[in-house]
């Protein structure tokens, strides 16, 4: 296949991809509708299922067949998104020339950051019982790729000699897992503090695990993460800034928010660590980390004029000598941790 | 969350919280008091958090060691804002009095921490796994079963099954008490230490490192040496020296860049290589290497980047008296990083009867721009690359500014007591010169010409000490970082009693110390456990297992 077709073919790829998560989100849309149906059988019928299941707080959710059904397809459904998701980044990769990974530009880092959340939901009910996050992951990442899709998308352009680094590579690898990885913590945190508070018995709050189960789970997404992040952000970060630029930690705006980022989440990590400051608290500072995260990834490029990574084109100030291979620089930390003026447009 | 409370006890000096100001006090009790404060684990909490809260104005600000001249536009937008931000240190954030005192206020409490950790697990290193407790069945993990066997075979028996996996045993007389997952403590403590590490590293770097960059013409006629009064700009740390700079010296034979001209990335650059002659003492063997984006070139601990490219075209000005009054190549700023559409200026001080300042644009790929309608529009550089060079110049005469002593940037002409040549229409006389023309001045000025094109480069120079030491650091604190995260710290027992009607009933019971201990592998590991001890005895009876959930 030419360029051109693989190009095309990864266009493909993720709509097809977004179709089938959006499928999916309303096959988990279904579940929860038909548990809240279930949930008016009448007090008899409730009765029962309830002694069915053991009395235990999750009766509601003896659930009739075809909620079973649907929530298995949605997780079925998940996964063939997730493997149409892989092949279209591939193909991405494969459209430009010479063939290069899927990091270029915003378009390509959101198309990849809504694969690992897909993906390591996918791996995580492998493990432990999470598929209650369905419903959330399928709505995000549908979301997270109409987005890309109609706001971020951009021509495949080859990277710029300073990409052209392994470094770039591990950096964006681990910097996009740990991104993936904060961003289900998040999920999990915001369900926390919904549960926490809720006393409903029907609906998808009721479907979900207790505080204590979420929380945990939070957490353990968080200390995947974090190590990870610390990998991408302070390790392979700073060597590869340090070829590039001269200088290994240049507090460039996105390199703040970048270490704003860890801190927050070494903070959250430490909460948990006393007593006093799980759950709630804890939840709160998971919530902090992930709006510092996303916040570098989307707001530095239209706040801050004085990154070395957002660059108006034109705009380089007249007596600043430092233009010239400035662009392709900033373009790869741009894809890099996380943001970025794409100056790369044609 | 009932597995907390033996750490409580067990870890006083990071659990210690904020205890409530004694009323009357000593200096010394206060001193003690202030010292319990500043350790605690909540002011550590709320130092982090203040850290990251201290950074973001340096985010939002422009910063004068990074983008000073973003300062100096920030300076003139906001006169009234500007003296205030000064006083706040706002534009060096990162290196202001309060972002240090947070960082620092952080390592003290850091240190005032781990130190007595380090005490504790010595200590906990060495002691035995604490005795059974007497209900073990009310821990939150525990079973219980009955046999026939008696008591010491099972504790024989739980003492190998819990030495086979990786526990430290202690066997008593009725219970067999054991402990895995010391390495997490040391993780933490490693992982603690080492962020100490980073930070002495990064200091030294910033203390006695040094930064500095030059714009080099391309041609052996041109050289740089390795101090301090080559360099356009410099940003030594507090305690540089200059005599560590290394005595290299290079110049730049060629430089190439590969601009590519077809396909949709038409207009891009890739692969920059500037070609250097470089030796590392003088005197010493000259050596040559290709420095690129990405790979500089290392000169004992000292690095050298290309981090910037542009033109310099070759003008010569004669005077009126047909003097040559300035001839060389003069370098111009680009003002678009795609274009190179580049902005310069030449000064001729010396010609005769006036000074001549040349100010104006070149054009690397010189094209009419057209509007919608097809009109012809700016002039503009379509290309990076000098297929269709022009400059374009406007001429000042009179004093230019620089008799005076004082110092002024080559980049910038000074206007104020010169005079801007017009045509008798009484516009501005502006030249257009393609490489190899000439044009001559109104009012018998003189003559210009365009010669021909350099290019030029910016190095930056750089070294920062301590460099490997923060890497180092910082792998160390991941390491000790996934074993603080990932390793379980836990206790097992297992007790063995004769009862009444003379079976032997065994109570096994686990405690994961961990704050995230995971309840499925707890349960796992408690059953594995309870089966290797029931294993070769089938006839186990009334058995019975609690899980908890917590
Ligand atoms: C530069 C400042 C600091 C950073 C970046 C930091 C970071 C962290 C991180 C990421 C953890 C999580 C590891 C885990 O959960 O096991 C942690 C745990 C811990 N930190 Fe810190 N910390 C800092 C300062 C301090 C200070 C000043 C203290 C003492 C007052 C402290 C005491 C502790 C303790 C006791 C734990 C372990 C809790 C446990 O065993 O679960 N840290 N720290």
Request: proline share 5%; hydrophobic share 45%; with cysteine.
């Amino acid at each position: 296949m030419t360029d051109a077709q693989w190009e095309v073919f990864s266009y493909q790829g993720v709509i097809g991809a977004a179709v089938l998560y959006f499928i999916a989100m309303l096959a988990y849309f279904f579940e929860l509708a038909s548990l809240r149906s279930a949930a008016r059988l009448t007090a008899q019928e409730q009765e029962q299922h309830e002694q069915a299941a053991g009395g235990s707080t999750q009766a509601l959710v003896a659930t009739p067949r075809r909620t079973e059904v649907a929530a298995r397809l949605g997780l079925v459904l998940t996964v063939f998104a997730v493997v149409v998701h892989l092949v279209a980044l591939v193909a991405r990769g494969l459209a430009a020339n010479p063939n290069r990974v899927p990091w270029g530009n915003m378009y390509e880092f959101t198309i990849s950051g809504t694969f690992v959340v897909a993906l390591i939901f996918v791996l995580a009910t492998l493990r432990t019982d999470i598929e209650w996050l369905g419903p959330l992951v399928t709505t995000f990442v549908v979301a997270a790729l109409m987005a890309a899709f109609l706001g971020l998308d951009d021509a495949v352009l080859p990277l710029p000699d300073a990409l052209n680094s392994p470094w770039l590579v591990i950096h964006v690898v681990s910097a996009v897992i740990s991104t993936g990885a904060f961003t289900i913590g998040a999920l999990l945190s915001g369900l926390y503090l919904a549960k926490e508070r809720s006393t409903s018995t029907t609906g998808y709050l009721a479907r979900v695990p207790e505080p204590k189960v979420l929380d945990r789970l939070s957490y353990r997404m968080h200390a995947f993460g974090f190590p990870v992040w610390t990998f991408a952000v302070l390790i392979t970060g700073p060597i590869w800034a340090h070829q590039a630029w001269g200088a290994y930690w240049n507090w460039d705006p996105k390199e703040v928010w970048a270490f704003i980022t860890w801190v927050v989440y070494a903070a959250y990590l430490h909460a948990r660590a006393t007593a006093g400051w799980r759950g709630r608290n804890a939840a709160i500072l998971a919530l902090v980390g992930a709006a510092t995260l996303w916040f570098n990834f989307i707001g530095i490029n239209f706040f801050s004029s004085s990154s070395q990574h957002s660059y108006a084109e034109g705009a380089a100030p007249e007596t600043s000598v430092v233009v010239g291979l400035a662009g392709p620089v900033e373009a790869a930390e741009e894809v890099g941790v996380v943001v970025g003026a794409d100056h790369a447009r044609a | 969350m009932t597995d907390l409370k033996p750490d409580l006890q067990q870890r006083p000096s990071h659990d210690r919280q904020a205890t409530a100001l004694p009323t009357d006090l000593t200096a010394r009790e206060l001193g003690r008091w202030t010292w319990r404060q500043l350790t605690s684990m909540r002011t550590a909490l709320v130092l982090l958090l203040l850290l990251a809260l201290a950074s973001i104005p340096g985010s939002v600000i422009p910063q004068e060691n990074i983008d000073s001249l973003a300062v100096s536009q920030w300076r003139d937008n906001h006169p009234q804002l500007a003296p205030i931000w000064d006083r706040l240190d706002l534009f060096n954030v990162y290196g202001s009095v309060w972002f240090s005192s947070i960082y620092i206020l952080l390592m003290i409490s850091l240190v005032g921490c781990i130190v007595p950790r380090l005490f504790v697990y010595a200590r906990a290193l060495r002691a035995r796994p604490p005795r059974a407790p007497r209900h073990l069945t009310r821990l939150p993990e525990s079973a219980s079963y009955a046999t026939d066997e008696s008591p010491e075979a099972v504790l024989e028996r739980a003492a190998t099954a819990l030495r086979g996996r990786r526990f430290r045993v202690d066997a008593g007389a009725d219970a067999v008490a054991a402990e895995r997952g010391y390495l997490r403590e040391a993780g933490n403590l490693l992982f603690h230490l080492a962020v100490i590490v980073v930070l002495v590293g990064v200091a030294v770097g910033s203390l006695f490192g040094y930064k500095g960059g030059v714009i080099m013409l391309n041609g052996d006629d041109y050289g740089f040496s390795n101090n301090l009064t080559q360099y356009d700009d410099f940003a030594p740390g507090a305690l540089f020296d200059p005599d560590v700079m290394e005595p290299f010296s290079f110049s730049i034979t060629d430089f190439q860049v590969d601009w590519l001209t077809e396909g949709r990335r038409a207009g891009m650059a890739r692969e920059f290589v500037a070609e250097l002659d470089y030796a590392i003492e003088p005197g010493g063997e000259t050596r040559s290497y290709d420095l690129r984006v990405n790979h500089p070139l290392s000169i004992g601990g000292t690095d050298v980047f290309l981090i910037g490219h542009g033109y310099a075209p070759v003008i010569t000005i004669r005077d009126g008296d047909g003097e040559v009054a300035y001839s060389g190549p003069s370098v111009f700023l680009p003002t678009n990083a795609q274009t190179f559409e580049s902005f310069g200026v030449i000064k001729a001080p010396d010609a005769r009867p006036d000074q001549i300042g040349l100010e104006g644009t070149f054009y690397p790929t010189f094209a009419m721009g057209r509007d919608t309608e097809g009109n012809l529009t700016m002039p503009a550089s379509v290309f990076g690359d000098a297929i269709d060079p022009l400059v374009s110049l406007f001429v000042y005469t009179g004093d230019l500014g620089l008799d005076d002593g004082t110092p002024a940037s080559v980049y910038v002409l000074d206007k104020a007591k010169a005079t801007q040549v017009v045509k008798d229409d009484g516009q501005p006389f502006r030249m257009d010169l393609r490489p190899g023309d000439t044009v001559t001045l109104p009012d018998d000025l003189g003559t210009v010409s365009f010669d021909g094109l350099q290019r030029w480069n910016k190095i930056q120079v750089s070294r920062s000490p301590g460099k490997m030491v923060a890497l180092a650091g910082v792998v160390l604190a991941l390491i000790g970082l996934l074993g603080s995260l990932f390793i379980r710290p836990r206790r097992m027992w297992v007790r063995a009693r004769r009862q009444d009607d003379g079976t032997t009933l065994v109570e096994v019971a686990r405690l994961d110390r961990s704050s995230a201990g995971d309840p499925e592998d707890g349960a796992a590991e408690l059953a594995e456990v309870v089966a290797a001890l029931q294993g070769e005895t089938p006839e186990t009876k009334n058995s019975k297992r609690e899980e908890d959930e917590s």
